[in-house]
């Protein structure tokens, strides 16, 4: 069983120029082993075989929403989010020296999530246009500016360690399918 983990592997009944082309097993073990994982493999002769996998628990797939802020991705949890809208720059107003939106009568502060975070020269909110994800934690609801949507995807949140702890609005980091 441990030799379909071995780097070459295959399968096939026959070997071709076009064998091999896909992600094999030794790669799939070695970044589940990566994630402090384990994989294992259960067979019997004429019942089949069965794959477990086993993350540790300081990871966690969440839902999420990924964005751009200028060559940098984020991902909010979509748990959070509340929704997403674009406004227009003469519809943010301010009160008490914070830029806010009036959506359905509430009022909502917004904030330019580049600029929070320290991502290139943000300026505040100067776009004609600007997309707003708008996120609730407890009661209270706020609108981050980004510079757009990517799209919602499935993730694995690994913790960045003693060194990044205390950082505000980073929860860990993510590996996403295009290698990123």
Do not use: C, H, W
């Amino acid at each position: 069983i441990k030799l379909i983990f071995a780097a070459g592997f295959s399968t096939a009944e026959q070997i071709t120029d076009i064998s091999g082309r896909g992600v094999g097993m030794d790669v799939v073990k070695n970044k589940i082993e990566g994630l402090n994982g384990q994989i294992e493999v259960l067979t019997k002769v004429k019942e089949g075989t069965t794959t477990k996998v086993k993350l540790p628990l300081t990871l966690a797939i969440i839902e999420a929403l990924l964005v751009k802020l200028k060559e940098e991705i984020y991902a909010i949890p979509l748990a959070n989010i509340v929704e997403t809208i674009d406004i227009l720059a003469k519809d943010i107003k301010v009160v008490q020296n914070e830029d806010v939106i009036v959506l359905r009568g509430e009022i909502v502060p917004v904030v330019n999530l580049g600029s929070l975070l320290e991502v290139g020269n943000y300026e505040g909110l100067k776009q004609e246009a600007n997309t707003v994800v708008i996120v609730k934690s407890g009661s209270r609801k706020i609108g981050f500016v980004v510079d757009y949507l990517i799209g919602q995807q499935e993730i694995v949140i690994k913790p960045l360690g003693k060194l990044f702890t205390g950082i505000k609005g980073i929860t860990g980091a993510t590996v996403l399918g295009n290698g990123e």
